[in-house]
């Protein structure tokens, strides 16, 4: 059974729709390169629509009523967004959860060296990528420095049309013969990933790495910091420049972190679409660290969610141990994250039947994981029933895949950690080629359709 492509549907109304999310979505990813940007821009927009801050709320203590909005930023890495439904908390809520931190090379603790007049920075790559793809294209480093005193400096290199950018060299192919015979994953090693930033010595010095010196100045007149505050910075290195619409009908968007941006702005969206107060109370939520395993404090195995929770039903004069433990095993949630897109380039990698096609719609995977759906969540073919009928009453196109072949790899979102609850979780997304690429390619219509879905799910779950 194929499932029809979603944009055969559109009328007119509803391609001008699609059209003005898309140029809102290039513009979410273009100002929000890391997970901390993201975070902040998410932060913005909800105050605009209305949003109070749950910290501040907790502070006042005064008793939350039905219809109102908040926003929490752990850390400033994650978010989560929440507008109190008709029902007790205890009755569980609506969650659509994706993540923002991305792929990408991370700049070391000790990174600054000269070699051969060249100045470069050392790097740690973050998350699951082919370091072969990361050489010789023009790099932005996006970040902060936070000096002993606190300051926090933040960094934009590489993105004003102003700016210079970086890059990390590759060997010519005329000297190559050893290299092309290697394997893939050793072509380019850990520790080749060498950022150039610098190579212009200082004149009338002494100074014996007179490239790294001069780089050392343009730092601290620019920014205002030195070397030894890189020992607490975090300094992203991601691809320079904007994304783009792609292909001559302009179907396609290029861009840097889909993989889960386009989830979590599909999430932010359709919250944001919300009309009036809900009947169960309904969460949006960013959270950092998934390439990583999901780990650190605010990773999603860390606890805020469910502090969140807790506090949320505190201030809606309904909290105890008990009712918090019902409310979340009650709860219902959509794991928002990207699925591997059906490749004719590399048709061998993919099942057909049970691929996930790029405009199809947004992608419910009942399970992921690898080998014998090893670290699967697996939804419940039940909680699959529901959804599949609120998607179908919304008229919402969706498909259904697997990540890839069986047995060819795998890989693992955030659903398994919120089934912990013993809540319902299915993993939903949109399709992406070349997923964890420095640039990865998505269709509109499934970006547009994955924002009617999770609408649909907020409101009817
Ligand atoms: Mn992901
Ligand atoms: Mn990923």
Redesign the pocket.
Same mark, same amino acid.
């Given at each position: 059974m194929e499932r029809e492509n979603a944009w055969k549907k559109y009328d007119k109304k509803a391609l001008k729709e699609l059209e003005a999310l898309s140029v809102r979505y290039r513009n979410f990813l273009d100002n929000g390169k890391t997970e901390r940007e993201c975070a902040d821009l998410a932060v913005e927009l909800a105050k605009k629509n209305g949003y109070v801050s749950l910290e501040e709320a907790i502070k006042a203590g005064e008793k939350l009523k039905p219809g109102a909005k908040l926003w929490s930023a752990p850390m400033g890495k994650a978010i989560m967004l929440f507008i109190i439904g008709k029902e007790p908390m205890e009755n569980g809520i609506n969650i659509v959860g994706a #993540?923002i931190d991305?792929?990408r090379i991370d700049v070391k603790q000790n990174p600054l060296y000269e070699d051969s007049d060249l100045v470069y920075l050392d790097t740690h790559y973050y998350?699951?990528i082919k370091k072969y793809q990361w050489v010789t294209l023009p790099l932005a480093i996006h970040g902060v420095v936070v000096k002993k005193d606190g300051t926090k400096i933040n960094v934009v290199i590489g993105e004003d049309d102003k700016d210079p950018v970086l890059c990390i060299s590759d060997l010519l192919i005329h000297l190559s013969q050893e290299q092309m015979q290697k394997k893939a994953a050793e072509v380019i090693g850990g520790e080749e990933l060498n950022l150039i930033i610098g190579g212009r010595p200082l004149a009338d010095t002494e100074e014996k790495e007179a490239a790294k010196a001069n780089i050392l100045g343009i730092i601290k007149e620019k920014y205002d910091f030195e070397e030894e505050d890189l020992l607490s910075a975090e300094l992203e290195i991601v691809p320079a420049g904007r994304a783009r619409d792609m292909g001559l009908d302009r179907s396609m968007i290029l861009g840097y972190g889909h +993989? +889960?941006r386009v989830c979590a702005f599909a999430e932010m969206e359709a919250i944001f679409a919300m009309k009036g107060t809900p009947r169960r109370t309904v969460c949006c939520l960013f959270a950092d660290k998934?390439?990583i395993g999901s780990v650190g404090a605010t990773g999603m195995q860390a606890k805020y969610f469910e502090n969140a929770f807790a506090e949320l039903m505190a201030l809606t004069g309904d909290y105890c141990d008990l009712k918090l433990r019902r409310g979340l095993a009650n709860s219902k949630m959509l794991s928002c994250?990207?699925s591997a897109g059906y490749d004719p380039n590399f048709a061998s990698a993919f099942e057909r039947k049970n691929a996930a096609f790029l405009g199809r719609g947004v992608c419910f995977n009942k399970y992921t994981g690898s080998r014998g759906k090893g670290g699967s969540n697996d939804a419940n073919a039940e909680y699959m029933a529901e959804v599949r009928k609120i998607m179908d009453d919304a008229k919402v196109n969706f498909q259904t895949a697997e990540l890839g072949r069986v047995d060819l790899g795998g890989?693992g979102t955030i659903a398994y950690i919120c089934a912990l609850y013993c809540m319902n979780v299915i993993d939903s997304g949109v399709a992406v080629l070349s997923? #964890?690429a420095p640039w990865e390619i998505i269709s509109k219509a499934d970006l547009y359709e994955a924002m009617r879905g999770y609408k649909a799910f907020l409101e009817n779950a």
């Open positions: #993540h991305s792929p998350g699951g +993989d +889960d998934e390439e994250d990207v890989g997923m #964890h």
